[in-house]
């Protein structure tokens, strides 16, 4: 140790998409909706939905073993998987216990993490403090779902929302003063427990719902989702000693692009700095941000020094942001 902190960079990243693409004019046809309406009030125009047989597990897989090839570890060195999802495969075996299956990563310890869409950032966060505290040195993050088996077909409030994929990224120990993770912020709100949950997903029963279904209000989360993802924004660049100018890109939750317009507008950033991709795959809940961080670095929106947000709000209410100087 050379005096330096020790903190944890990220070393590798992937991503994992299903083939099949639900356009809206697919939707126009299953619900009264119009590509027009997507479009404007949400912004997605197609999302992906997962092969019969194609499992949480599958795309977590696949988008772990590009994020270990990108880093140039081997699969032993990989102390500990988490997978923020709300769609695993079944409740135990983990999922985290298929991608070391898959892996091979025999020394890794698996934990499957349940905070909605924020899962990412949670991970993410534990992944840093397990690094901080000297306990391992890399960290395997996936997001990965299949929102597509839980979505109500019938409907249109929900069902043109949601998209599955898988995205990961390795976190991996850093000695410096100033790269790397930066700061976290972690929150929640149960009192908000019924603006968006998933029926008949654990032992309560819900006798007026037949199915596994997401129910929501949507102006209400909408509402909640611009106020706490400025908040989290806000409270990692104070704890980093940063304000919203020093920001090179933010990757917020990909759900609706006008929360995102809402978001960067009130922390006054340009649209070039604020990275979106739901068009292509609606909200993958959990995996929306592994995703853009992954498509961000392919198009070369990130580099050595540049400061990065990532931002993310879902059911619980959950929510949380972290900031990272990029290497
Ligand atoms: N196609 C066409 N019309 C639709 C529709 C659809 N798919 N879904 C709803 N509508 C209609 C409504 O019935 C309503 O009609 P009315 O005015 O005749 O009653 C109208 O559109 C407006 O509905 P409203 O719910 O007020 O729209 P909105 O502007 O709030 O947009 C959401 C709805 C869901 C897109 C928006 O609230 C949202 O994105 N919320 C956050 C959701 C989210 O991010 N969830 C996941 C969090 S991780």
Redesign the pocket.
Same mark, same amino acid.
């Given at each position: 140790m050379s005096g330096c902190k020790l903190t944890a960079r990220v070393s590798g990243v992937g991503k994992a998409l299903p083939e099949r693409r639900l356009t809206n004019a697919d939707?126009e046809k299953m619900?009264?909706? #119009?590509d027009e309406?997507?479009s404007q009030?949400?912004g997605i125009k197609e999302r992906r939905i997962a092969a019969e047989g194609e499992y949480t597990s599958h795309l977590a897989s696949r988008a772990a073993a590009d994020a270990l090839k990108m880093s140039g570890l081997k699969a032993e060195e990989i102390d500990l998987i988490l997978v923020g999802t709300s769609t695993p495969d079944m409740v135990y075996p983990s999922v985290a216990c298929q991608v070391q299956k898959a892996l091979g990563a025999v020394n890794a310890g698996v934990l499957d993490i349940s905070a909605? *869409?924020t899962g990412f950032i949670y991970g993410a966060s534990l992944a840093w403090g397990m690094i901080k505290a000297g306990c391992m040195r890399n960290v395997l993050v996936i997001g990965s779902e299949v929102n597509s088996s839980v979505v109500n077909w019938k409907d249109?409030?929900? *069902?043109? !929302?949601f998209g599955d994929g898988a995205g990961a990224a390795i976190f991996s120990a850093h000695e410096s003063e100033t790269e790397g993770v930066l700061s976290i912020k972690l929150g929640g709100d149960g009192n908000f427990d019924e603006l !968006?949950y998933l029926t008949n997903s654990g032992c309560r029963p819900f006798p007026d719902v037949a199915g596994r279904y997401i129910m929501?209000q949507?102006?209400e989360?909408?509402k909640q989702?611009v106020r706490n993802m400025y908040e989290c924004a806000i409270n990692v660049l104070e704890g980093a000693g940063l304000t919203a100018a020093d920001v090179s890109l933010l990757i917020p939750?990909q759900?609706?692009t006008?929360?995102i317009g809402a978001v960067a507008k009130r922390l006054g950033l340009p649209d070039e700095k604020v990275f979106v991709n739901i068009a292509d795959y609606g909200?993958t #809940?959990a995996a929306t941000i592994p995703i853009a961080l992954c498509e961000a670095l392919e198009q070369g929106r990130l580099k050595k020094g540049d400061v990065l947000v990532i931002d993310a709000?879902?059911?619980g209410l959950t929510f949380g942001a972290m900031a990272i100087r990029w290497t």
């Open positions: 939707l619900v009264d909706t #119009s309406w997507i009030r949400v909605a *869409c249109r409030d929900t *069902c043109i !929302l !968006l929501m949507g102006n989360v909408f989702a939750h759900a609706n006008r929360i909200n #809940s709000f879902g059911a």
